[in-house]
C-alpha cells in the first residue's frame, strides 16, 4: 500500500472512531498556505480538535509521535489560527490532538498536544 492511501485509510478510520465516540466531524485535509490538517473536529463539550494523525505499521522503526516534529507542529498551530479565523470561531475552545492507528484501529489518542 503506498503512503498517501496508507494515511487516507488511517484518517477514515479515525473518523468512524471519533463518530463512535460522538464527535461530530467537520473538515477532513484541512489546508491553508501554513499546511495541512488532517481532521477538523467537534468533541461533545463543543471544543474544536485539530486531529494529527499518524497511521503506521508495528514493525516501523520511527515512533508514531516522534514524526510529530516542533516544526510539524508549528505548521499545524498555524493553520489551525487561520482556520479559527476564517469561520470566526477565535473565542471557541479549541486544541490539537495525535491519533495513532496500526492495523486497523486507533491504539492511541494523545490530546492536547501542543502544551
Known amino acids: 500500500m503506498q503512503k498517501r492511501e496508507m494515511g487516507n485509510l488511517g484518517e477514515s ?26 481532521i477538523i473536529a467537534q468533541d461533545p463539550t463543543h471544543t474544536l480538535v485539530f486531529c494529527e494523525v499518524k497511521t503506521y505499521k508495528p514493525d516501523s522503526l520511527v515512533s508514531p509521535i516522534e514524526a510529530i516534529t516542533h516544526k510539524k ?6 493553520t489551525a489560527l487561520y482556520y479559527l ?3 470566526k470561531q477565535e ?15 486507533v491504539v492511541d489518542h ?4 501542543s502544551c
Open 73 to 78: 507542529l508549528e505548521k499545524i498551530r498555524k
Open 13 to 38: 478510520i479515525v473518523c468512524d472512531y471519533l463518530k463512535a465516540k460522538a464527535w461530530k466531524i467537520l473538515e477532513r485535509n484541512f489546508y491553508s498556505k501554513y499546511g495541512e490538517i488532517d
Open 110 to 113: 494523545l490530546k492536547n498536544i
Open 91 to 105: 473565542d471557541t475552545p479549541a486544541r490539537i490532538d495525535a491519533l495513532i492507528v496500526q492495523e486497523g484501529m
Open 85 to 87: 479565523s476564517q469561520t
